[in-house]
């Protein structure tokens, strides 16, 4: 799940061992009712009206947040408020999020921005997991309070890791996403731990802090859907790129702040730096996710890798740029795009 996938449970109970397929993706009509199962879940999380608090936890990081997602004549507008830590709120209406800093009365606005977190965890190549996961039905469990169906999805390579979903059973919400390494062992984890469905006010959708149109205006994207020339040449199977776009980020940023989809509370923290333009393109399998950052090089970065759960960062000096990976994959595929990163230029 990408910088891009915040969001984990408060229960830490794992799932039941899903041993005993109901289904598998042996053959055409199982790969047609597993795919059924993906449309349900990404299209509640876009379509339902919603309001609930979840828990993630990345390793021995855990954060709360509360999201409200709405649905109307307008399109969608999502509310996501970060409950521990410095204050912030992120309001997304259709593919605009703008990020509310109290602390530096800043409003950062980035656009072109697709819906790929929790609940909405699946990308718009959904429909191929089935070549690269072994897909199982499990037993029904409870989250929140609700009864909900598990499936257990195992990577068919070294290139993904595996996940726990636990969906509600007749809307097909997503309640809990676990991750999981080749041992088996939960490494992230997202869950709601109280959920309100359909009957929602919109008055939840406002900024909570007051005089936010006294607040200063930061655009974040420059510009999206380009084409830098910069490629991967040896993509992990089965990943595509889904996105390439430029925005401003503060200078000088370590490799953790570049690589953040959302690097709004960092921006903030460095509001009084020079600001330069970072190249980003995504990619994904339709569940995991990686981001290649491409900027100018300055001095006193240090090369290597970071692992905090799911998520592996790395970087490295490209001739007189920087390059960072990010992504909830393990390592081999992070090292597998980095080693593959190349500027192709027209002559």
Not at 159 to 177: D, I, N, P, Q, V
Not at 265 to 276: D, P, V, Y
């Amino acid at each position: 799940m990408s910088g891009r996938r915040l969001y984990t449970a408060a229960n830490l109970v794992l799932l039941c061992t899903l041993s005993s397929p109901v289904f598998a993706a042996e053959n055409a009509e199982d790969k047609r009712e597993i795919q059924q199962v993906l449309r349900k879940i990404q299209a509640s999380a876009q379509k339902m009206n919603y309001s609930g608090t979840f828990v993630y936890q990345q390793a021995s990081q855990i954060r709360t947040s509360r999201i409200t997602h709405y649905l109307d004549s307008a399109g969608e507008t999502e509310k996501l408020e970060i409950l521990d830590g410095k204050p912030r709120e992120y309001i997304r209406r259709n593919d605009e999020v703008s990020c509310y800093l109290p602390d530096s009365k800043t409003i950062q606005v980035e656009k072109d921005v697709s819906q790929e977190s929790f609940p909405a965890l699946l990308t718009q190549n959904a429909q191929y997991l089935p070549d690269f996961y072994t897909i199982r039905k499990g037993e029904m469990s409870r989250v929140a309070g609700l009864e909900c169906q598990t499936y257990s999805l195992e990577p068919k390579d070294g290139f993904r890791y595996g996940y726990r979903l636990c969906a509600e059973k007749s809307s097909g919400l997503m309640l809990r996403a676990q991750t999981v390494n080749p041992k088996n062992e939960v490494i992230e984890q997202i869950a709601f731990t109280q959920l309100q469905v359909n009957d929602i006010d919109k008055n939840k959708l406002k900024p909570s802090f007051p005089h936010v149109s006294q607040w200063r205006i930061e655009n974040l994207t420059v510009q999206s859907n380009i084409h830098s020339g910069w490629v991967v040449k040896a993509l992990p199977a089965g990943f595509t790129k889904t996105k390439e776009l430029k925005r401003v980020i503060p200078s000088p940023a370590s490799p953790a702040s570049s690589a953040s989809t959302n690097n709004a509370s960092n921006a903030a923290a460095n509001k009084t730096a020079k600001s330069h333009q970072v190249i980003q393109m995504m990619f994904s399998d339709g569940l995991a996710a990686m981001s290649v950052f491409i900027e100018p090089y300055s001095e006193g970065r240090t090369e290597g890798s970071l692992q905090q759960g799911a998520m592996t960062i790395m970087g490295k000096r490209q001739g007189e740029y920087w390059l960072t990976v990010v992504g909830e994959v393990p390592v081999s595929a992070i090292r597998q795009v980095m080693n593959s990163i190349e500027l192709k230029t027209n002559k």
